[in-house]
């Protein structure tokens, strides 16, 4: 897979203005790696654990009614692991040292995201995909209760009407 030296570059430049920066992944949401900064961890395992960690934190966010998650904070005995969504099929997960300050790394992050999606914008085209005609469905089928769910005297009634 080719990636665009934009992209890289972003990286790079948030390795130049985080020192405690261990490493930083580019994903997709399915746990892909786009690109990635990372020395001395393996980017494909944080890739695929990011995009599960994702996932699960959405579902947390949507469980409370929080809207849509924007970024996750794994806090750890030597540092920090931050995943933030980069559009709606990214995310970017950075790893830093427990000396990290961690409102210089989401300032610089956020940053980053932001120019990440400008560039992963203009790598995608927008594909002419060809309009489905709409088929008349069937008809509304009647709502059924499978029988195990109903109360015993409810099964009587039903089999003798």
Request: glycine fraction near 6%; charge should be positive; include cysteine.
């Amino acid at each position: 897979m080719t990636v665009d030296p934009a992209v890289l570059e972003e990286l790079d430049r948030l390795r130049g203005r985080v020192p405690e920066l261990s490493g930083s992944v580019l994903a997709s949401t399915d746990g892909l790696v786009i690109a990635h900064d990372a020395h001395g961890i393996e980017p494909d395992s944080i890739a695929a654990l990011a995009a599960a960690h994702l996932a699960l934190a959405r579902r947390f966010a949507h469980a409370v009614n929080h809207g849509d998650l924007r970024e996750s904070v794994v806090e750890c005995d030597r540092g920090y692991i931050t995943s933030y969504t980069a559009g709606p099929t990214a995310l970017l997960t950075v790893v830093t040292s427990g000396d990290a300050n961690l409102a210089m790394v989401h300032l610089e992050a956020r940053r980053c995201v932001r120019r990440l999606v400008r560039i992963l914008k203009l790598e995608t085209k927008p594909q002419h995909r060809p309009e489905i005609p709409q088929q008349p469905g069937p008809a509304a089928l009647t709502r059924r209760t499978p029988l195990p769910t109903l109360t015993t005297n409810a099964r009587r009634r039903q089999a003798a009407g």
